[in-house]
């Protein structure tokens, strides 16, 4: 029976560690559960590179890999380099093409160079970038997921998920979005499996969703 578990790895979101999975459950008979996080990027390195070195902290093979908003990028990236049995991105882009039109902007005019990365410790300026307005009213509880605040690690994600290049993205890609996400607004967003009253952050306050609805998502042929 042993062999039958299936592997689920989960990569968080920008600057944040895997405590934003603290709440999902998956049936243990059935599923086991690894946190992947976020490592320092080496000097220049590319989002492909850098997602190779984070596939060596896979360890078993015909995994599900499931990425929430830039970890929705990356797991799409690692998906390049490994074999997996589903792949799966919640909150997150599958193309360029569902980039909100100032993501855009800021790659055409590099204005993502001007936000201020050193400020990072200061998490009423990071949450606002990373999750939107509304959170700062709940900063208490969201210093527990912004941990990643390195300022190299913050301007190398900043640009890659601002300068994500991908045009063509996976057709066996399961892609879920909440309705109403500030960040990367829905109406950009195609083939999608829709959470009513989602939004960026659903993944910590919809966990009850992804505990009931995960399970037979993966399972899905």
């Known amino acids: 029976m042993h062999n039958d ?18 709440h999902i459950k998956l049936p243990e008979d ?35 890999l499931i990425g929430v908003s830039f970890g929705g990028v990356l797991v799409q990236e690692i998906s390049k380099h490994i074999s997996v049995k589903k792949l799966i991105i919640i ?3 599958k193309s360029v093409n569902e980039l909100p ?26 949450a606002k970038y990373a999750f939107g307005e509304n ?9 527990t997921y912004l941990s990643v605040n390195n300022p190299k690690y ?3 994600a900043i640009k890659n998920m601002v300068c994500w290049n991908q045009k063509v993205c996976n057709p066996d890609i399961v892609h879920i979005h909440g ?18 009253g989602g939004t960026h952050i659903m993944i910590i306050n919809k966990y009850k969703w992804f505990n009931e609805n995960l399970p037979k998502i993966i399972l899905d042929k």
């Not at 039109?101 to 160079?113: D, E, G, N, S, V």
């Open 5 to 22: 578990i299936i592997h689920v790895y989960l990569m968080p979101g920008m600057a944040a560690s895997s405590k934003i999975f603290e």
């Open 30 to 64: 059935q599923f086991k559960i690894h946190l992947l996080e976020w490592i320092i990027p080496l000097d220049h390195e590319s989002v492909s590179d850098y997602a190779l070195r984070i596939s060596k902290h896979i360890e078993h093979e015909d995994i599900v």
């Open 91 to 93: 909150s997150s882009v």
């Open 101 to 126: 039109r100032r993501m855009t902007l800021a790659k055409a005019t590099k204005a993502y160079r001007l936000i201020p990365t050193k400020l990072a410790s200061n998490i009423d300026i990071f």
């Open 135 to 143: 959170v700062t009213k709940r900063l208490e509880l969201y210093k």
């Open 154 to 156: 913050l301007n190398w």
């Open 179 to 196: 309705d109403n996400d500030p960040v990367f607004p829905i109406k950009y967003i195609q083939n999608c499996i829709t959470v009513k």
